[in-house]
């Protein structure tokens, strides 16, 4: 079984809808994140969370909410979707390690078509 | 932290050795080398990652050069499998974010 996974998949959505991506890990990690991809791009940030009280705000959070219900949950919401945030998402966990810095695991990516 | 450069694509044959070099002359004495991977459209993979010495997992070797300017990943017997985009990647001790460049594009070729 996949250490984390993210549901759903593949997602296809009207401009205006509010839409949920929801992350699960089973990795025991406390920090999670929220990432987008556009084609041929690499990631950029959008939510970071280090435990379940702590949430932050990454490089693109406008549009964007999150919430961390539980250690291994953390999810993703756009409010009222528009066009341009048509991508790939990814999950992260992390653990930091003692005096370096965090390897990241992500999830398999959720494909998000605004229309 | 500090930027890296790595060419944009590579060809490699099936079996040999696939070397990938990056780039990072501005890399700070507590920035790490970090390498992922990904495979289209899936979820990034790490691979490796170090900071002054040379580095050797399962699945690959990193080599970084005495003045930690410049590094090279190396897969010891690359596989069609192994085709991705491989990014370099420097982050400071306590860093967190994970932000891709282009990458490279590896192409193994039977």
């Known amino acids: ?115 | 932290d500090a930027k890296t450069t790595q060419p944009t694509s590579m060809d490699c044959a099936e079996g040999r050795a696939a070397n990938l070099p990056c780039n990072h002359s501005t890399i700070s004495g507590n920035e790490y080398v970090y390498w992922y991977r990904q495979i289209h459209s899936q979820g990034p993979q790490y691979i490796i990652h170090g900071l002054k010495n040379n580095e050797t997992n399962e699945m690959a070797s990193l080599i970084i050069t005495e003045d930690r300017k410049s590094s090279t990943l190396i897969l010891p017997h690359a596989t069609l499998r192994d085709t991705a985009v491989y990014y370099c990647i420097v982050r400071h001790d306590g860093g967190f974010k994970t932000i891709f460049g282009a990458g490279t594009r590896l192409f193994v070729k039977a």
Not at chain 1, 83 to 99: D, H, I, V, W
Request: include cysteine.
């Open chain 1, 1 to 115: 079984d996949a250490d984390v996974t993210q549901t759903p998949r593949n997602r296809i959505t009207k401009t205006g809808k509010r839409i949920m991506l929801e992350c699960s890990q089973t990795k025991g990690h406390d920090r999670m994140y929220w990432y987008r991809q556009d084609p041929g791009l690499g990631l950029q940030l959008i939510y970071y969370s280090f435990d379940v009280k702590d949430i932050n705000k990454g490089e693109i959070s406008d549009g964007y909410s999150v919430s961390r219900q539980a250690q291994a949950k953390f999810s993703l919401s756009l409010e009222s979707a528009i066009p341009n945030q048509t991508a790939l998402y990814f999950c992260a966990t992390s653990e930091p390690g003692t005096g370096i810095s965090d390897t990241q695991y992500f999830g398999p990516g959720t494909r998000l078509t605004v229309l």
